[in-house]
C-alpha cells in the first residue's frame, strides 16, 4: 500500500496483470465510461477500472467525479472560464437538488451552505481539500471562497465604498496577498503553497457572509535563504523584480541589471508573477501607501542581505566583508549590523564575551536574520488581514471552514519541513478514514449488518511513531533539541534506532553514509535526512539580531520585533517551544475544530507529473489514488445474489453457511435487508474462474425461469395490495377526524349564537326615560351622543374598542368636545374624523363582540390607557354570571 520514493517504481499490483480478462467481461461498453459521475457505481471497483473510467471523463474534458462521499478532481492544466461562470454558480445555488447535476465543486460547496441553512447538527461545516502538490488544491480554494462570496453575499449596497469596501470582496482580495508571501514556483506545481491555511468563513443567522478569519500554519521559510534545484523563491520577490516602476527599482536600491543569489530562475515568467493584482489587494483590504512602501524596503533588504558575501580567513579575529545597501533598506546602522553578522554574544553568568564568527558561521546567522524577518512579517499580515475581513462575535454564529494544506511530499532529500508536512497527512487522512467508514457504517445499520468485519488500512501505528508518548521521533527530536550542545547525526540516529526499533513504520539502510531514518506512511516510503534536522527544530534566533531590529527606523519593522519580543516576555518559556511542538499544537488544535464540524471531502489529483494540458497517466493518478480506492472497494450487490453466491461456494468446496453468515467476523459475504455485501476475499473468487462465471449465468436463467411468477406476485401484486390498504386506512381516519370536527364547530357556533341572543337588547325595550343632568366639568372634558338619548353620555376611550349600541341595527353618533377627548376617542375606536362627528355601525355579527347590554345612563368609561385584559373571551363560562364585555366595559361613575 505505500509508495516509494522512486516514481519509477510502485509495489502495487500492475495495471496488465491476470485479472485484466476478468475486469473487462464485467464492463460491458467501455464506450459509455465516461458516464459514470460516481465511481462507487463501477463494477467492479478496482485500480484498473476506476483508472478506465478517471481517463474516459478526463478524455472528454469532464473533471469532476464523486468517490462516493468525496468529489475527485482532476486538474485540467488550462482555463476552464465557463466551468466556474456566474451563471453556472446561480445554476447550482438555485437547484432544488443539485446532487442530481453533474459533478462539481459547487455541489460539495451548495451541500455545505445548506446544512447551515438547514440548522443541521453539527452546523458548522469543513471543505478540506486535498491532494499533492500540483494537484489543483489552491484553485480549488479559490474557486470556494468566489462561491460563498457570491451566493452568501448581502444584497445591501454599502453607502461609503470610498472607505468601507464590501466584506465578500476583501475576503477574496485575501487571497492574491497570500498567495504572493506564501506560495512558490515548484519542480511540481508554478503555484504550489509553501504553508497550510483554514480560511472560516462566517455566516450571520440569515447566512449572510459577514467576515473571515485565517489561520496559517508552517510557512517554509527556510526557502528564503535556500531554494532547492530548479526551483524559485516566494512570488513576491519576482513581482517586485519585474512590476516595479523605475522609481521603486531607485528607492530599494535595485537596478535593472542586479542579479540576487535568492532569486534564481528569474527569468521564467509565470501567470502569477503580476505585481500589479498584490498591490491592488492590499489597497482593498486596507494597506496603505506608506505600509505599502515599508513592506517593499523590508522585502528588498531580504533580497540585499542574500549577496552579503563572507570572506575565508584563516584568521577567525578578523572582519568578514559586507554590503552596506541591506543595512540602508532595513533602517538599521551598518555597524551595528556588521557586528551581529561576525560576532556572537556568549553569556558567561552575569557576564557577556564576544567570539567572532567562521565564515560559515556568518553565512548561517545572515540566515537566520533574513528568515526571521520574513516569516515575521508574513505573520504580520495575516494579523493585518484578519482584522480587516475578520467579523465582531457578536454578529456572525456559524462559520464554512475551507482547508487548503500541502500535500504529500517525497523529494530526493527530505527533512524537517518534510516531516511535519507529511505527518499532517496521517492526521487528515486518519480523520478522512472515519468520516468515509463512518457513512459506510450507517449503511450497514440500516441494513442490519454488524459492521465490525470491515478492515482498513489503519495508520494509527505510523502516527504513533511520529507523535506517540512517551517516546516518539518528535519526543527525542524535541530532546535532542534542548540539550545545551551541538547536535550529532549519527549519535541522534543511534538513539532512534534504540528507541523506536519496536515499531515496524520505521527502517534503516544499515549501508547508507548518510544518517538517515524511513517512515512507512500510508501514501508511501519517505528517507527523512537526519542532518540539520535538529538545528530546524531548535530554530535559535541569536538575540543580539533580535536587539538589532528593534532599533530599526522602519516603523513596520521595529512593531514587528517589538511586539514580539513582549509576546515572548508575557510568555514563559515561549522561546524554548520547538518548531515541532508548534506545529503539533496548532495541527491538534485545528483537528478538534474538524472533529465538531461537517467534514466535505475533495480529494485533488494530478493527472501527469510534467502539469501538460489534457494529459493522463495512469502510474501518476494511481500512485496517489490508491488509498482512497481501497477504501472504496466495498462491494454492494441485489438480494438475489446471495442465491448464486451459495452456488459459488457449494462448487469451490467452501460451506455457505460459514461463509454467509453475517455474524461471523471472518464471514466472506454478508446479508442486509435490501442488499449483499462482499469482501475482497469472495470478490476474487467470483473474479479469478471462468467456470464461476458460467454457473453463475446458467443458475441465473434458471432462476429467471422458474421463478417469475413468483417474482411477479412478490415484486407487483403484493405491494400493490399493501399501497391500497394504507390508503384506504389513511382515508378513513381522515373521515373520523373530519366528523368530529366538524359536530365541535357546530356545537360551538350554536353555543356562541345562543350566549348572543341572550345578550343582545331588543329595540322594543329602549324607552325614553329621565336622564340626570350632567356635571359640568364632566361636560365640559367631553361627552358622546348617543342617538336614542337626547342628553349627552360622558365617555373615555378604551384600546380594545367597544360596540356602542342598543340593537344590532341601530346605529350611533358620537360627539367630542375638547382637543384631548377628541384625539383619545380617535386613537381609541381608529374611525374616519368628519368635522368632530363619528359614526359608526355595530359590529356583534362581524367581530363577534358582545353588545351593552342595557342602555347607559350616566357615564361609560372606555379605557385607552394600557388594559390588563389581553383578549376579549369569546366564549364565556357557562359556569360563570358574568359574561361578555359588559361587567368589564360598564362602570357607573355618577
Known amino acids: 500500500m505505500s509508495r516509494p520514493c522512486d516514481p519509477g517504481h510502485s509495489p502495487h499490483p500492475s495495471l496488465d496483470d491476470s485479472l485484466e480478462g476478468e475486469i473487462r467481461a464485467f464492463l460491458t461498453d467501455e464506450d459509455q465510461l465516461h458516464t459514470y459521475d460516481d465511481l462507487t457505481k463501477v463494477n467492479p471497483v478496482t485500480p484498473t477500472t476506476v483508472l478506465k473510467c478517471l481517463q474516459a471523463r478526463y478524455r472528454v474534458k469532464v473533471f469532476y467525479t464523486h468517490a462516493g462521499c468525496t468529489l475527485v478532481a482532476l486538474n485540467p492544466f488550462q482555463p476552464i472560464p465557463d466551468l466556474y461562470s456566474l451563471d453556472v454558480m446561480k445554476e447550482y445555488h438555485c437547484a432544488s437538488q443539485p446532487q442530481e447535476f453533474k459533478p462539481h465543486i459547487f455541489i460539495v460547496a451548495e451541500e455545505a451552505y445548506r446544512n447551515v441553512q438547514g440548522q443541521l447538527e453539527p452546523v458548522n461545516q469543513s471543505l478540506v481539500v486535498s491532494g499533492e502538490s500540483g494537484a489543483g488544491k489552491t484553485w480549488t480554494s479559490r474557486c470556494l471562497m468566489k462561491y460563498y462570496a457570491t451566493v452568501a453575499a448581502s444584497s445591501s449596497v454599502l453607502k461609503s465604498q470610498d472607505t468601507v469596501e464590501r466584506i465578500e470582496r476583501r475576503v477574496l482580495d485575501s487571497n492574491p496577498i497570500m498567495e504572493a508571501f506564501g506560495n512558490a514556483c515548484t519542480l511540481r506545481n508554478n503555484n504550489s503553497s509553501r504553508f497550510g491555511k483554514y480560511i472560516q468563513l462566517q455566516l450571520d443567522r440569515c447566512q449572510l457572509l459577514v467576515g473571515a478569519s485565517v489561520q496559517t500554519y508552517l510557512l517554509e521559510k527556510t526557502r528564503v535563504a535556500c531554494q532547492p534545484a530548479n526551483e524559485r523563491n516566494f512570488h513576491i520577490f519576482y513581482q517586485m523584480m519585474k512590476g516595479a516602476t523605475d522609481e521603486q527599482r531607485k528607492e530599494w536600491k535595485m537596478s535593472h541589471d542586479q542579479r540576487f543569489v535568492w532569486l534564481p530562475k528569474a527569468e521564467k515568467t509565470i501567470e502569477e508573477d503580476c505585481f500589479h493584482d498584490t498591490v491592488e489587494a492590499m489597497v482593498h483590504l486596507g494597506i496603505n501607501a506608506e505600509k505599502q512602501r515599508q513592506i517593499f524596503k523590508i522585502l528588498a533588504g531580504i533580497l540585499q542581505l542574500g549577496n552579503v558575501n563572507f570572506s575565508s580567513s584563516t584568521d577567525e579575529s578578523q572582519p568578514c566583508n559586507l554590503q552596506e545597501q541591506a543595512a540602508e533598506l532595513l533602517c538599521v546602522p551598518a555597524e551595528e549590523l556588521q557586528l551581529c553578522l561576525r560576532v556572537r554574544t556568549l553569556k558567561a553568568g552575569k557576564q557577556s ?70 505527518y499532517a497527512n496521517e ?36 502516527l504513533d511513531l511520529i507523535e506517540g508518548s512517551p517516546v516518539s521521533v518528535f519526543s527525542l527530536l524535541n530532546e535532542e533539541s534542548r540539550l545545551n550542545r551541538a547536535s550529532d547525526a549519527k549519535t541522534f540516529k543511534v538513539r532512534l534506532e534504540k528507541e523506536l526499533c519496536d515499531n515496524v513504520n520505521i527502517s534503516w539502510d544499515k549501508f547508507s553514509k548518510v544518517p538517515h531514518f524511513t517512515v512507512a506512511h500510508y501514501a508511501g516510503k519517505v528517507n527523512y535526512q537526519i542532518q540539520g534536522m535538529v538545528e530546524k527544530n531548535k530554530d535559535p534566533v541569536p538575540p543580539e539580531l533580535i536587539s538589532l531590529l528593534q532599533k530599526s527606523e522602519n516603523a513596520l519593522l521595529h512593531q514587528i520585533f517589538t511586539d514580539r519580543e513582549a509576546e515572548n516576555m508575557t510568555s514563559k518559556g515561549l522561546s524554548k517551544v520547538t518548531v515541532v511542538s508548534k506545529f503539533k499544537n496548532s495541527l491538534e488544535s485545528l483537528m478538534k475544530i474538524l472533529h465538531t464540524t461537517t467534514p466535505h ?145 357546530r356545537k360551538w357556533r350554536a353555543l356562541l349564537k345562543s350566549l348572543a341572543e341572550a345578550e343582545l337588547d331588543d329595540a322594543k325595550d329602549l324607552v325614553k326615560e329621565d336622564v340626570p343632568v350632567l356635571n359640568p366639568v364632566v361636560r365640559e372634558r367631553g361627552s358622546v351622543q348617543l342617538s336614542t338619548i337626547q342628553e349627552p353620555v360622558t365617555v373615555r376611550g378604551w384600546p380594545m374598542g367597544l360596540a356602542l349600541a342598543s340593537a344590532p341595527s341601530i346605529t350611533m353618533s358620537l360627539t367630542a368636545t375638547g382637543f384631548q377627548k377628541m384625539m383619545s376617542v380617535m386613537a381609541s375606536l381608529n374611525l374616519p374624523s368628519r368635522s368632530g362627528e363619528y359614526k359608526v355601525e355595530t359590529n356583534q355579527y362581524t367581530q363577534g363582540v358582545a353588545s351593552i347590554r342595557a342602555q347607559p345612563k350616566g357615564s361609560v368609561k372606555l379605557h385607552y390607557q394600557r388594559s390588563p385584559l389581553l383578549y376579549a373571551d369569546r366564549q364565556p363560562d357557562l359556569k360563570s354570571d358574568v359574561t361578555g364585555f359588559n361587567e368589564i366595559l360598564l362602570e357607573k361613575t355618577l
Open 601 to 745: 471531502y475533495t480529494r485533488c489529483i494530478k493527472p501527469n507529473p510534467d502539469c501538460k494540458p489534457l494529459t493522463f497517466k495512469k502510474e501518476e493518478v494511481i500512485m496517489h489514488f490508491f488509498p482512497l480506492i481501497l477504501i472504496m472497494a466495498l462491494f454492494l450487490l441485489d438480494f438475489e445474489v446471495e442465491k448464486l453466491v451459495r452456488v459459488v461456494l457449494q462448487h469451490q468446496g467452501l460451506d455457505p453457511s460459514r461463509c454467509l453468515d453475517g455474524e461471523k467476523h471472518n464471514s466472506w459475504v454478508h446479508c442486509g435487508r435490501t442488499k449483499v455485501f462482499l469482501t475482497q476475499s469472495m470478490v476474487r473468487h467470483l473474479f479469478t474462474s471462468v467456470f464461476i462465471k458460467c454457473k453463475i449465468q446458467t443458475v441465473c436463467r434458471l432462476n429467471l425461469q422458474n421463478e417469475w411468477l413468483l417474482d411477479v406476485c412478490m415484486c407487483v401484486t403484493l405491494p400493490a395490495v399493501v399501497r391500497s390498504w394504507l390508503v384506504r386506512r389513511q382515508v378513513q381516519r381522515w373521515n373520523r377526524a373530519a366528523a368530529v370536527i366538524q359536530n365541535t364547530w
Open 353 to 422: 564575551v564576544l567570539k567572532p564568527c567562521s565564515q560559515a558561521e556568518c553565512s548561517m546567522r545572515r540566515d537566520c536574520l533574513a528568515k526571521v524577518i520574513y516569516a515575521q512579517l508574513f505573520e504580520w499580515l495575516v494579523t493585518f488581514i484578519n482584522n480587516s475581513i475578520c467579523a465582531d462575535k457578536s454578529t456572525w454564529c456559524n462559520f464554512i471552514g475551507v482547508l487548503d494544506v500541502y500535500g504529500f511530499e517525497c523529494f530526493q532529500i527530505n527533512n524537517l519541513e518534510q516531516l511535519c508536512i507529511n
Open 427 to 462: 492526521k487528515l487522512q486518519q480523520h478522512f478514514v472515519a468520516h468515509y467508514l463512518r457513512a459506510q457504517q450507517e449503511e450497514y445499520v440500516s441494513e442490519g449488518l454488524q459492521w465490525s468485519f470491515v478492515k482498513y488500512q489503519d495508520n494509527q501505528s505510523c
